[in-house]
């Protein structure tokens, strides 16, 4: 699962499903820039290796059972909406009970967004129960 201006880059192919399920662990990666066709990318501040802050775009999960209710209903929001992405982390690591990962040096996601089209007013749903959700870049297995 991604968010729209996101698109899969090098080193998918090492995924393995099995250590996933096995493991209970879910894939929260930090994206990557580079010089686009439009507009330059590359070194912006929250990405994979340049100053990470706590910014996840794509999530990598293998659901071995339906979600409950509980879990649900936590998910029931609208995207685009700022602390989006901790809330789904929160949710992750707290009600699914996951192991969370961010081998964004590995598995690379690049960010393809030269226009502000969020503009200036976005409601945020992580007032208080979800700051704090982010997960540092780490290794495949570690």
Same mark, same amino acid.
């Given at each position: 699962?991604?968010?729209?201006?996101? =698109?899969?880059?090098?080193?998918?192919?090492?995924? /393995? &499903?099995?250590?996933? +399920?096995?493991? #209970?662990?879910?894939?929260?990666?930090?994206?990557?820039?580079?010089?686009?066709?439009?507009?330059?990318?590359?070194?912006?501040?929250?990405?994979?290796?340049?100053?990470?802050?706590?910014?996840?775009?794509?999530?990598?999960?293998?659901?071995?059972?339906?979600?409950?209710?509980?879990?649900?209903?936590?998910?029931? =929001?609208?995207?685009?909406?700022?602390?989006?992405? /901790? &809330?789904?982390?929160? +949710?992750?690591? #707290?009600?699914?009970?996951?192991?969370?990962?961010?081998?964004?040096?590995?598995?690379?996601?690049?960010?393809?967004?030269?226009?502000?089209?969020?503009?200036?007013?976005?409601?945020?749903?992580?007032?208080?129960?979800?700051?704090?959700?982010?997960?540092?870049?780490?290794?495949l297995y570690e």
């Open positions: 699962m991604m968010n729209m201006d996101i =698109y899969l880059g090098e080193g998918f192919e090492m995924i /393995n &499903k099995t250590f996933l +399920v096995k493991s #209970n662990i879910s894939y929260i990666l930090t994206r990557h820039g580079r010089q686009e066709k439009r507009c330059n990318m590359g070194g912006k501040l929250g990405y994979c290796g340049v100053s990470y802050f706590g910014s996840h775009d794509t999530y990598i999960f293998v659901l071995t059972q339906p979600l409950d209710e509980s879990v649900l209903a936590e998910l029931d =929001y609208d995207m685009n909406v700022l602390g989006a992405e /901790n &809330k789904l982390i929160w +949710v992750l690591r #707290n009600k699914m009970k996951r192991r969370l990962l961010n081998p964004c040096e590995y598995l690379k996601t690049y960010h393809n967004h030269c226009v502000d089209i969020h503009g200036s007013v976005r409601p945020r749903i992580n007032k208080h129960r979800y700051k704090g959700s982010g997960v540092a870049p780490s290794g």
